[in-house]
């Protein structure tokens, strides 16, 4: 096929640089039930930033008992540049976690809140009110530290236990995630449900709460096919942080029917033909999907890199 | 998982309405290995119509050996009620093709027009202006003789030698099939390239050549994960007829690197969820394509249907 497709066409009226934050490292690997050892989980990092991105998750500071895939995270720090333009963010669930992340030596790191006392009690083990506010005590700690700190909502757009979650409640967790410090507040389409009028319903409702929509990020999941439509609709709102993983890996392991994130390849393709610029070379990222896929001896939730190298 | 899922958030600007035209009976099984006997695809097509598809393609008079898949089609319009309000649209290649339709008591009937001569030459045998001066011609029969005619056009979006194609000859192709009594133009991205803002310079183009937007349909394929975002591009531009395939079964057998219609299910689901009615049933669509799934022994390209019926 010829190389030149997709054809650019720009719509004016969207943003013309969009940031992107690879969570394959950390999102995706957490829902694989292979463990990559640590140069593996290394090389994909590497590889990942020489396509060009620029913000990659790297691990969890979590107990390896509960999420043996992230064990040895601090080692995976050890091999990164963490004076480099490009971030690695962490993920802390707690303060055990951020003080394990701040000895060694992370720059960014990132924290969850529920949204619903449903996902809050099976993923957090405890209530909405007490995982909300020891989410909240890192993200202080962490600010305090002099740490970038990135927040993670959960389930934002329905749950699959209590269903509806009122948009409201997302944007007043949204607001106490920027007042704790965080300069990028992720909503999290958990379980992939999320339709485009139902994004631009909770955009909508973070803006009328005075959250800048330059510090919000789209975190969609597949599961229902509408990862890429929503991230459009997201666009035409205005956000310009989009969260998405190398071949579609991953899920939330906890989460009972979640299946794909959204492909980095399928975004990079929607982009690139849009003319909004990321710095990212699909082709460089979708052979390290790949690659990646050997490694896990998995296929890959998404087709696109398979199209993209064929071409 | 609560079954009140997707939560309804309407966008005021978008249509009340859509009417899908379902074509796994057609362009879906063409593109299997499997054949199936003609019983099995009247119960595809009797399950579909059950499930409220109104607009369900049957078949297509070709040659079977060109596409055995698609043999015996006047039989499966046998088992057919041609005179309820639901239309089973076949596909007519040639004037042998329509005759056989009209013989075979055919009401609706579909065209095909490419818009590259690359294309027309590889998938339609004969330069660019001999199978357009055919089609058209077989579409003005058609429509003398009483029937009512869908017109494709194929690549519009880009073809697989050619690369780019210029919206200006999509336009002016479309105008042809118009003028032709086509009651609908169904624009086709054959190879999946498209992305939205190159759907919308299409749509743009087409109502500039005086084309009304509610004879256009649009039809997607998944190869890069663009087709619900491009349908939702489409949506805002004031399109109400999509094509879409149950599971996402099937592509063009001719394109090297097609794969995967937009799936029913990933439709009804961002529909739904836009208060979009449809008058079909997402839960009974998934049924039948896992039940079509089984009869072609291959798994779905759409992780939706069983999403939808694991809720």
Redesign the interface.
């Known amino acids: ?2 190389t ?4 650019l ?3 004016p009226a ?1 943003p013309s640089h969009v940031s992107i934050c690879e969570v394959s490292p950390r999102d995706g690997l957490q829902a694989e039930s292979t463990t990559l050892p640590v140069p593996v989980r290394l090389e994909l990092i590497h590889r990942l930033t020489e396509a060009g991105l620029t913000s990659i998750e790297a691990g969890s500071f979590v107990s390896p008992r509960a999420v043996p895939q992230m064990a040895d995270t601090r080692s995976v720090l050890d091999g990164l540049d963490l004076d480099s333009a490009a971030t690695y963010p962490v993920l802390v669930p707690n303060r055990r976690g951020l003080d394990d992340a701040i000895a060694a030596g992370a720059v960014d790191v990132s924290v969850f809140l529920s949204v619903t006392e449903s996902f809050s009690q099976a993923n957090l083990g405890d209530s909405l009110q007490a995982t909300t506010e020891r989410g909240l005590e890192v993200a202080r700690a962490a600010t305090t530290a002099g740490l970038r700190v990135r927040g993670y909502l959960s389930m934002v ?9 009122d948009p409201q409640d997302v944007a007043s967790a949204a607001r106490r995630l920027v007042d704790a410090g965080c300069t990028t507040v992720s909503l999290g389409d958990t ?8 994004v ?2 909770v955009l909508d409702s973070l803006v009328s709460a005075g959250i800048p929509i330059d510090s919000v990020a789209l975190h969609t999941h ?5 990862a ?2 929503n ?3 997201a666009l035409q709102a205005g956000v310009r942080q989009f969260d998405a993983s190398a071949g579609g890996i991953g899920g939330c392991p906890f989460a ?2 979640a ?2 994130n959204l ?1 980095t ?2 975004l990079l ?2 982009l ?4 909004i610029s990321t710095g990212v070379d699909i082709e460089a990222v979708a052979a390290t999907s790949q690659w990646l896929s050997d490694q896990l001896g998995t296929p890959l ?4 890199p398979s ?2 190298l ?2």
Request: negative net charge.
């Open positions: 096929m010829s030149d497709l997709p054809q066409f720009r719509q969207l757009f329905g749950d699959p236990w209590e269903g509806a979650v379980i992939g449900t999320a339709t485009p009028g139902h631009t319903a597949n599961t229902y096919g509408q890429l439509a991230v459009y609709s009972r029917t299946s794909g492909a390849e399928d393709w929607m690139d033909g849009l003319g939730p998404s087709a696109t199209a993209v064929s071409r």
